[in-house]
């Protein structure tokens, strides 16, 4: 027996016009789909989440420094309880802290999930210059003071003088043996061309300008390793040809 008139019916349009299919996504798109969805994903955890939103901030570097605190090193930083650490802007908070003098160099270390340390190097205490009102400014070997104390630290030279000079003076110290350099004390720039070191034990050294420093080391040194010199007060090495001594 033949099927119903409606049955045959359906069956011959469905084989005439058969139901189109969804097309499927190329792997390619599919990837592309899921790895955008986890960067979307990624990017609110990171930047918008509080699941890693700054819990601690520490400071490190400072132990030794004369003008800083914890306290005020992060509120200088602008880096607060509750920011979000993907969008803590590092060189921004480096910028906002070298406005202290006495920081060299800033580190923003974002440490998983809570944490930001701010690690400082200080400027190292090259220097103290007397000042003119009393008390020493300390500094590093450019001139760039950062602290004001009542009294030089030791081994550390005082300077005196025309702070205009300061770049020839330093020079010559770095010049001299380390053995020496420990033991000056003062450092005088009445003028670029009368430089003079006071070394611990009385002896004063008048190197003059910062010219000719590898003949007036070779003189010093020939000048010191005589007997004839060992209490010698003065030495006048400004023309090294014909030094001075006294």
């Given at each position: 027996m033949s099927p119903p008139l409606r049955q045959r019916f359906s069956l011959r349009s469905m084989k005439a016009n058969p139901i189109p299919s969804i097309p499927s996504i190329p792997k390619r798109a599919r990837t592309l789909l899921v790895a955008a969805v986890i960067?979307?994903?990624?990017?609110?955890l990171f930047g918008w989440s509080s699941l890693l939103e700054v819990r601690n901030i520490s400071v490190t570097g400072i132990e030794n420094s004369r003008t800083l605190t914890e306290k005020r090193v992060i509120r200088q930083?602008?880096?607060?309880?509750?920011?979000?650490?993907?969008?803590?802007?590092s060189g921004t908070v480096a910028r906002a802290l070298r406005d202290f003098p006495e920081v060299a160099?800033?580190?923003v270390n974002r440490r998983p999930l809570h944490s930001v340390e701010?690690?400082?190097s200080l400027r190292s205490i090259e220097i103290a210059i007397a000042d003119s009102k009393g008390g020493y400014l300390l500094g590093d070997a450019n001139g760039i003071t950062f602290a004001k104390v009542k009294r030089a630290p030791k081994g550390v030279p005082v300077i005196r003088g025309d702070l205009r000079y300061l770049r020839e003076g330093m020079e010559i110290y770095d010049a001299l043996p380390k053995k020496l350099r420990s033991r000056v004390?003062?450092?005088a720039l009445p003028s670029r061309a009368s430089i003079a070191l006071s070394i611990r034990g009385g002896l004063t050294i008048l190197w003059g300008s910062a010219n000719e420093?590898?003949?007036?080391l070779t003189v010093l040194d020939a000048l010191l390793a005589a007997p004839e010199n060992?209490?010698?007060r003065f030495i006048d090495l400004a023309t090294p040809l014909t030094p001075t001594v006294r």
């Open positions: 960067i979307a994903l990624l990017g609110y930083s602008g880096v607060q309880i509750g920011d979000k650490l993907a969008r803590i802007n160099k800033v580190e701010i690690a400082i004390e003062q450092i420093t590898s003949a007036k060992k209490r010698a």
